[in-house]
């Protein structure tokens, strides 16, 4: 055995059976909460539904158009369930959430191409797209269907769906996020 070897084996020996006899501790965040159906969303203010669409972006605290939404920053999307040609107004109300899905989808970004005896395309996503789908309901504006907040990460690092802190980011004082107790 080559001496470099024999020492990089014994430093990564040591380093293991350190961490066996201390035991590894791994830092969990202090804001663990989880959305669940026990939890409302809260419109604070109307807001305007452009016309010809489904819904309306909000990021930073404020309504953005799809264009200007930075999916790899927190960001959400209220929905209702039929677009209009005219813009719609959703008024403030307090919506039950009855269900929470969390989903994960590649994003592709680009496409390589090689030359061959024709284009071979070779794809690889660059990024996943985290979403949590809040599947809203009220009485007063049954139309409003669903907040669908998301961001993009690298899957290789430590990628995770937005905490409750994070989405309450995006949605600023428009919304008020919290459990149906409080």
């Not at 989808?105 to 191409?113: G, Y």
Request: aromatic share 8%.
């Amino acid at each position: 055995m080559k001496p470099k070897v024999k020492k990089r084996s014994v430093i990564f020996t040591v380093i293991l059976a350190l961490g066996n006899v201390t035991g590894l501790v791994i830092a969990t965040p202090a804001n663990t909460e989880t959305i669940s159906t026990s939890w409302q969303l809260t419109l604070n203010q109307d807001l305007t539904i452009p016309g010809q669409s489904a819904g309306i972006y909000l990021q930073h605290g404020k309504a953005v158009t799809e264009a200007n939404t930075d999916q790899y920053y927190p960001n959400c999307r209220l929905e209702v369930r039929y677009p209009q040609d005219k813009p719609q107004t959703i008024t403030a109300d307090t919506f039950s959430i009855y269900r929470v899905k969390w989903t994960e989808e590649d994003v592709l970004l680009h496409s390589n191409q090689y030359a061959s005896n024709g284009i071979i395309q070779v794809s690889s996503p660059t990024a996943d797209d985290y979403t949590t789908t809040l599947y809203l309901r009220s009485g007063k504006q049954p139309d409003v269907t669903r907040l669908i907040c998301r961001h993009w990460e690298d899957p290789t690092g430590f990628a995770e769906h937005l905490s409750v802190k994070q989405i309450r980011s995006a949605l600023g004082k428009i919304f008020t996020l919290q459990p149906k107790n409080k």
